[in-house]
């Protein structure tokens, strides 16, 4: 019966922490311009994200070791530079992106500008990294996460011709006045938005902060198997109720409020209430996870003592790391560039810098030194090229569709 | 010779610039009314709360404001894309007074004048669908 | 592929960059470079380097020379060296590399400097995590 208690935590925390605020405005964002048009891409980015958690997660379960550690000895510390470089780069600016979005939830809910927010958010998260438990963190606010399950609610609550929706999800193609230009470019923001890279390096650290053995390989694998596909089904649904709330009325989304008016305008004031809390513990959870996703990649570069498992003053430069990536991510929010840009630029990079993580752990994944007998068998190998290929193929085109479509105009 | 060539200056490349300018604009502005019009009458069916209306709509005075300046900054090349610069200015300069109006009435909780000005930003969201699409169709 | 029935070990891939651990698995650093003697026969690793001044060697060219002289101009010592932990120190040889103890001149580096100057001033850093 405990068994089932904790696999159920695990699944519930892994839904509830699968969206962030780039998947909540570029879902929201495609949803009213291309309906489900490109659906298709978000359930592929749901089935790489899984490949390559589950590849991680046993790295870490056998190993104990988590897959940044093992990149700058496996690579050699050259490759593993600038595969560090691009990844706290981009997990920076995903970080930053998450802080305003928490902050404009604050916005939302009380009415007092986003701005005097920020200070606030980011000394709260840092509060939550230094004095909470991780196992702790991870289940608040990936349960509490799941309040954004209204999405899917609203969505059956506006009863909507599901024929049409299913039409669209087969046709994939750009419509009305959208060009195909604007639609791969959204194609691979979409991508990025679900398989971020910080996923990967939080999932198989906290594999190392929880001390996962292989024993925890069939819970790692329950979580990552079921947990992501149903949270990447709220993808979906916040794309559906702008797909049908927004498309007729020819509403783009560039606010945070655009994306969760649509709640209250399907279930009113507590929905509205519902979702706001959702956004905050999804954006909140993600926010501590890109800061330690942060700390996690230097100091296991460099091999540094890191994690929450120890004292800080036993692991310094982790948490100095992650003091002053909070701090820059703080300032640039507070430069006054719109958190919603910060976002959208913030997944598109994120596809950019996609093969810097999934190479390495592909790598990995076969190598016996770290997994023994549990490498990769064929079936895991021949997704993982597969996926290694889209990934790569997405992060060629990520740069000339943004300048051709200037960034999604 | 020079005066000839002047004389039948055709329209410029920079002229089909106008154009797109316009079709984008009008494109843009109608997300901004259409958004106010969703956030108010979902306030004005109680469906939400005053404070995150304020918001909704303050974000959408600002992207109007913003879109309107942008369009007019822009001066046109020449007399043929005049017409639709002066007309798309002042769709857009109307659009956007309509939402503040808008913007005004409901910090004041004035549900009347809210409910006045509903039809007017659903007039001038359907104006610019016709502009866009003579921005669209007329280009040279 | 580790070799160990013979006694080989393939240095660039199983020892060099590999995380080193203390015998209560505490994290101490990464081997950077190693001290081989190449006068015995057959050639022995003598010892193990870590910390700036040994990775700050093996980066090419403006890079590397930034790196070693940046480390020099903050370090208390007028000409540091690479931080040594003698091949006898080594305890286990996995993915990670076991040594017995953890040198006393990696304490003197940055971590220590992190800890003192910043991290110490923040009230519980103590405290392990509720």
């Not at chain 2, 000005?117 to 669209?136: F, G, N, V």
């Not at chain 3, 286990?92 to 953890?102: C, K, M, N, R």
């Given at each position: ?13 892994a ?15 495609v ?58 780069f ?28 920020v ?25 509490m ?5 209204v999405?899917?609610?609203?969505v059956?609550h506006?009863h ?6 299913a ?20 194609a ?10 910080y996923e ?5 650290s906290?594999?190392v ?8 390989l069939i819970?790692?694998?329950v ?5 992501f596909p ?20 020819s ?12 709640i ?59 003091i002053?990536t909070l701090?820059?991510g703080?300032?640039l ?10 976002t ?28 023994g007998d ?17 990934v ?18 | ?7 039948c ?27 106010v ?14 404070r995150f209306a ?15 300046s ?58 610019l ?5 003579r ?6 | ?8 070990i393939?240095l660039g891939?199983?020892?060099l960059g ?73 305890t286990?040889l ?37």
């Amino acid at each position: 019966m405990k068994k089932v208690l904790a696999f159920t935590l695990g699944v519930l925390t892994a839904i509830g922490g699968f969206v962030d605020i780039g998947d909540l405005v570029t879902n929201a964002l495609v949803g009213a311009r291309f309906g489900l048009h490109l659906a298709w891409v978000t359930m592929l980015g749901v089935i790489g994200i899984c490949v390559f958690a589950e590849m991680s997660g046993r790295v870490a379960a056998i190993s104990g070791r988590p897959t940044f550690d093992i990149i700058r000895e496996r690579l050699g510390p050259r490759t593993g530079l600038v595969a560090l470089v691009g990844s706290f780069f981009v997990t920076a600016l995903t970080m930053t992106a998450e802080l305003g979005g928490v902050s404009l939830a604050f916005e939302l809910a009380t009415g007092l500008n986003y701005l005097l927010f920020v200070p606030v958010v980011m000394v709260l998260v840092w509060v939550v990294l230094w004095r909470v438990k991780f196992t702790t963190m991870e289940n608040i606010f990936g349960l509490m996460g799941l309040l954004l399950i209204v999405y899917a609610v609203a969505v059956w609550h506006a009863h909507p011709d599901w024929g049409s929706l299913a039409h669209q999800v087969r046709v994939p193609r750009p419509i009305g006045q959208e060009t195909w230009p604007t639609y791969w470019y959204y194609a691979v923001a979409l991508f990025g938005a679900a398989m971020t890279p910080y996923e990967v390096f939080f999932f198989s650290s906290g594999g190392v902060e929880e001390h996962w053995t292989r024993k925890d390989l069939i819970e790692a694998r329950v979580n990552v198997l079921i947990g992501f596909p149903l949270g990447g089904i709220l993808s979906l649904a916040i794309a559906s109720i702008t797909a049908l709330i927004y498309l007729p009325r020819s509403i783009e989304v560039d606010t945070l409020g655009q994306t969760v008016l649509p709640i209250a305008v399907e279930l009113g004031q507590l929905g509205l209430i519902v979702v706001l809390l959702g956004v905050f513990a999804a954006t909140f959870g993600a926010a501590l996870e890109t800061a330690l996703s942060a700390g996690y990649t230097i100091a296991q570069y460099f091999g540094w003592q890191w994690g929450k498992f120890v004292r800080p003053r036993q692991a310094p430069r982790f948490h100095a790391l992650m003091i002053f990536t909070l701090i820059a991510g703080a300032m640039l929010l507070l430069t006054t560039v719109d958190p919603i840009k910060v976002t959208e630029y913030s997944v598109v990079f994120s596809a950019l810098a996609l093969p810097l993580t999934y190479f390495p752990i592909l790598v990995i994944a076969n190598d016996r030194t770290y997994l023994g007998d549990r490498v990769n068998g064929r079936f895991a190998n021949g997704l993982g090229l597969v996926f290694l290929t889209l990934v790569v193929l997405a992060s060629v085109a990520a740069i000339p569709l943004m300048i051709w479509t200037r960034a999604g105009q | 010779m020079v005066a000839v060539l002047t004389g039948c200056a055709g329209p410029t490349i920079r002229d089909e610039a106008v154009y797109n300018q316009s079709e984008k604009s009008a494109t843009a502005m109608i997300s901004e009314l259409q958004t106010v019009l969703v956030a108010t009458d979902t306030q004005l069916a109680e469906k939400s709360w005053w404070r995150f209306a304020d918001v909704v709509i303050t974000d959408a005075e600002t992207s109007a404001t913003s879109i309107q300046s942008t369009f007019t900054s822009r001066q046109p090349p020449s007399a043929s894309s005049n017409p639709i610069y002066e007309d798309t200015s002042t769709a857009l300069s109307d659009a956007a007074d309509l939402i503040t109006q808008m913007r005004v009435a409901l910090r004041q909780k004035d549900v009347a004048t809210m409910q006045k000005l509903r039809p007017k930003i659903a007039k001038a969201a359907s104006d610019l669908e016709k502009l866009e699409t003579r921005a669209r169709t007329q280009k040279p | 592929m580790t070799n160990r029935e013979n006694g080989s070990i393939h240095l660039g891939l199983e020892i060099l960059g590999h995380q080193i651990l203390t015998l209560d698995g505490r994290m101490v650093g990464k081997v950077d470079d190693l001290d081989i003697d190449l006068n015995a026969e057959p050639p022995i690793v003598t010892a193990i380097l870590m910390g700036p001044q040994a990775w700050g060697r093996r980066f090419p060219g403006l890079l590397g020379r930034f790196i070693l002289s940046a480390h020099r101009r903050m370090h208390p010592d007028p000409d540091p060296q690479p931080i040594q932990i003698p091949a006898s120190h080594i305890t286990d040889l996995s993915s990670a590399v076991e040594v017995a103890h953890e040198p006393a001149e990696a304490e003197r580096g940055m971590g220590l400097w992190v800890r003192e100057q910043f991290i110490d001033h923040i009230p519980g850093s103590r405290h392990a995590t509720k």
